[in-house]
Nanobody, 126 residues
Framework: QVQLVESGGGLVQAGVSLRLSCAAS????????LGWFRQAPGKEREFVAA????????VYADSVKGRFFIFRDNAKNTVSLQMNSLKPEDTAVYYC???????????????????WGQGTQVTVSS
């Protein structure tokens, strides 16, 4: 099955940038889209961004549009999330997830994603 491993989280100050990466392995041809979700303490997991596995199309949550950018490194089977102008409200555990359903735009419901990474903590201090 598809395996996803996130990296790149950390503790940063508001206003700076951070890049998260998600390395995919296994039968990656079964992936149609790869998404990033986040879960803050006491809140439900929410959709952040997604990219078609081909790298052609992207979609973002309104809360991060214009600040976050998702892109794929085809050679490395890696999808990265470039997070700029970070805010304290971006503090959360960030997860990458794979969606095998051939439908665009992809679902924003976490229950529709089949494979998940272990998550990486992002903490933004004010």
């Amino acid at each position: 099955q598809v395996q996803l491993v996130e990296s790149g989280g950390g503790l940063v100050q508001a206003g700076v940038s951070l890049r998260l990466s998600c390395a995919a392995s296994g039968p990656t041809l079964s992936i149609y889209a790869l998404g990033w979700f986040r879960q803050a303490p006491g809140k439900e997991r929410e959709f952040v961004a997604a990219i078609r596995w081909s790298g052609i199309s992207t979609v973002y949550a309104d809360s991060v549009k214009g600040r976050f950018f998702i892109f794929r490194d085809n050679a490395k089977n890696t999808v990265s999330l470039q997070m700029n102008s970070l805010k304290p409200e971006d503090t959360a555990v960030y997860y990458c997830a794979a969606d095998p359903i051939m439908d665009w735009p992809p679902s924003r419901k976490d229950s529709d994603y089949d494979y998940w990474g272990q998550g990486t903590q992002v903490t933004v201090s004010s």
